[in-house]
């Protein structure tokens, strides 16, 4: 279901939002991703990353800005990687060994992670800490309408 373009020299991918949003509209009621912790339908992860790209848009993800993210393997990372699409920005998986280098040769503009994570990252960019209280706050306040590459 991914459409992903990388380039041989950059870790940074660009991927397509159109597979999503074809699944969300022959299957929306099908699982596309589940955890221990959480099982998202099509239409749940659509909304959940219209959600997560309106907020990384106004810290300024999109064409000419990039994102990063330093997430374990879960959902929250599936949806992290469909809102970028969404953005139009392209997305690297950092960590911290590889953050600062990804970060200083590209046009980053925000990435996101979680608590535990954050203290190992560089502070050279606006970083989305998703399980932090005022994250959950204004990721629950914003539209899960679907998006252009507008916003």
């Not at 380039?7 to 991703?33: G, N």
């Not at 993210?69 to 699409?85: C, D, K, R």
């Not at 911290?96 to 954050?118: L, M, P, Q």
Request: charged residues 20%.
């Amino acid at each position: 279901m991914l459409t992903l373009v990388k380039s041989p020299t950059s870790p940074f991918v660009h991927q397509s939002p159109e597979p999503l949003r074809a699944a969300v509209e022959s299957e929306p009621t099908v699982i596309a991703v589940a955890s221990v912790e959480a099982e998202l339908s099509y239409a749940d992860l659509d909304g959940w990353s219209n959600r997560l790209a309106r907020v990384l848009i106004d810290m300024g993800a999109g064409h000419r800005g990039d994102i990063v993210m330093s997430l374990p393997a879960a959902v929250e990372s599936v949806v992290t990687m469909w809102a970028a699409a969404k953005t139009g920005a392209a997305l690297a998986t950092v960590d911290a060994d590889s953050a600062a280098s990804v970060i200083g040769n590209g046009e980053v503009a925000v990435g996101v992670t979680t608590r535990d994570r954050r203290a190992q990252l560089p502070d050279s960019i606006a970083w989305l800490v998703l399980d932090d209280a005022a994250t959950l706050v204004r990721y629950m306040t914003v539209s899960d309408a679907p998006l252009s590459l507008a916003g």
